[in-house]
């Protein structure tokens, strides 16, 4: 069985929608969720579907072991960032090789980087005039939205194009492809 610890800071519309997708799994289950905000939404969600928690502070993640021993404790597998907007340190990354994937909600490289998340993205995807816009999941390296990307989809921005409406569009497409990427990589 491989064992999945989802990293989220928001509300978990995505964490939901993963734990949701692999409930009746014969090969891949969701082991921990992970957030580094006390009242964090995906913790509701995390105890309605019973699964353990790890609630992570910013000394012990970037100036210790970047919960490296906790995760191998829970005999994570495979790590799903979904909205959690900390920057990964370098040894979480060395002890999860090419086991560690993000989604971004535009169609990297563009739009990527620090401070770009949520309606930042869509707000600047819009004020751009780009005629589409997307999702990105990508490898986690030591940069913000940088690691090879492994999968795109795209959606187009209408004339009339609100930060709302496209995040809509955007989570539609997060939603419908997040879980069967993560399916195919976290069993490699």
């Given at each position: 069985?491989?064992?999945?610890?989802?990293?989220?800071?928001?509300?978990?519309?995505?964490?939901?929608?993963?734990?949701?997708?692999?409930?009746h799994h014969p090969g891949i289950a969701i082991g921990l969720i992970v957030t580094n905000k006390p009242g964090a939404g995906v913790l509701e969600i995390a105890k309605k579907e019973n699964v353990p928690t790890l609630i992570i502070e910013k000394e012990h993640f970037f100036f210790g072991d970047a919960y490296t021993g906790s995760l191998r404790e829970w005999q994570i597998d495979f790590i799903v960032l979904a909205g959690f907007l900390w920057k990964i340190p370098p040894q979480l990354i060395a002890a999860y090789p090419n086991k560690m994937i993000n989604i971004?909600?535009?169609?990297?490289?563009?739009?990527?980087?620090?401070?770009?998340?949520?309606?930042?993205?869509?707000?600047?995807?819009?004020?751009?005039?780009?005629?589409?816009?997307?999702?990105?999941?990508?490898?986690?390296?030591?940069?913000?939205?940088?690691?090879?990307?492994?999968?795109?989809?795209?959606?187009?921005?209408?004339?009339?194009?609100?930060?709302?409406?496209?995040?809509?569009?955007?989570?539609?497409?997060?939603?419908e492809h997040y879980p069967v990427v993560i399916e195919k990589l976290a069993q490699l």
């Amino acid at each position: 069985m491989t064992k999945i610890a989802i990293f989220a800071s928001g509300t978990g519309s995505n964490t939901q929608n993963i734990i949701d997708y692999f409930r009746h799994h014969p090969g891949i289950a969701i082991g921990l969720i992970v957030t580094n905000k006390p009242g964090a939404g995906v913790l509701e969600i995390a105890k309605k579907e019973n699964v353990p928690t790890l609630i992570i502070e910013k000394e012990h993640f970037f100036f210790g072991d970047a919960y490296t021993g906790s995760l191998r404790e829970w005999q994570i597998d495979f790590i799903v960032l979904a909205g959690f907007l900390w920057k990964i340190p370098p040894q979480l990354i060395a002890a999860y090789p090419n086991k560690m994937i993000n989604i971004h909600p535009a169609l990297l490289p563009k739009y990527g980087g620090k401070g770009m998340f949520g309606n930042r993205v869509h707000e600047a995807v819009i004020a751009s005039g780009d005629k589409e816009s997307g999702i990105s999941i990508h490898y986690v390296d030591d940069h913000y939205d940088h690691g090879h990307i492994i999968f795109q989809s795209s959606c187009a921005v209408d004339e009339k194009e609100t930060p709302a409406t496209l995040a809509q569009k955007i989570q539609s497409l997060e939603h419908e492809h997040y879980p069967v990427v993560i399916e195919k990589l976290a069993q490699l």
